[in-house]
């Protein structure tokens, strides 16, 4: 509590206060600690406080959470240009989004494999795939937790968990904590990043 009179306490200007202003207020915790501790000590308590460069590791725009691919296929673009189709390119390689109830695979129950249409990893089981009535195809889990890494996507004002080919990188979908037993998870992808190795019927 300041006595009558007397010339209001400030903050020190290196970590309290911006260069040249002098008129912020003191924080409570600063203001208690110079009536505890006296002006020199409190100096000395906050910046021991204050954070040190390299004591908290960086934010990154995508946080990854799954593990990455120690050496990741890569691709000329002009030929993924020329291999893909427009709607394919846009998805793996721009990280678009087809229109719900128009991909290939969203109604399709065949058995087999989905594999990354960009680089041919293996992906998915057709055994994971299930009615999620989303108009994507929907998977309960990946073929190996390798196999698909899994990034912080903010885009659109959002936090989601973005999908993509641990092998080359390529855009899948996302992911979602609403999905069946037994992770919970719905793998949510777009037809036009996969393309469907059906079982062999007579094998």
């Not at 691709?75 to 846009?90: G, K, S, V």
Request: hydrophobic content about 30%.
């Amino acid at each position: 509590m300041e006595r009558a009179g007397s010339a209001r306490i400030k903050a020190p200007q290196d970590f309290d206060s911006p260069a040249g202003n002098q008129t912020k207020p003191v924080c409570v915790a600063y203001r208690r600690a110079v009536n505890e501790k006296g002006n020199t000590m409190a100096r000395r308590m906050f910046r021991a406080r204050r954070r040190q460069p390299g004591s908290e590791p960086s934010r990154k725009a995508s946080t990854m959470t799954s593990q990455a691919s120690p050496a990741r296929q890569t691709f000329d673009d002009a030929e993924l240009r020329d291999r893909l189709t427009p709607a394919q390119y846009q998805v793996t390689q721009q990280a678009g989004t087809e229109r719900a109830f128009t991909g290939e695979y969203w109604n399709c129950h065949d058995d087999g494999t989905y594999h990354c249409i960009v680089c041919d990893a293996p992906l998915f089981s057709s055994d994971t795939k299930y009615e999620s009535g989303t108009g994507w195809p929907s998977f309960w889990e990946a073929v190996d937790p390798a196999a698909v890494e899994i990034h912080t996507d903010r885009s659109f004002g959002m936090v989601r968990e973005e999908a993509v080919c641990a092998n080359c990188g390529a855009h899948l979908g996302h992911r979602f904590p609403d999905g069946p037993r037994p992770t919970g998870e719905r793998y949510c992808m777009n037809s036009a990043s996969l393309r469907l190795e059906r079982t062999d019927e007579d094998g």
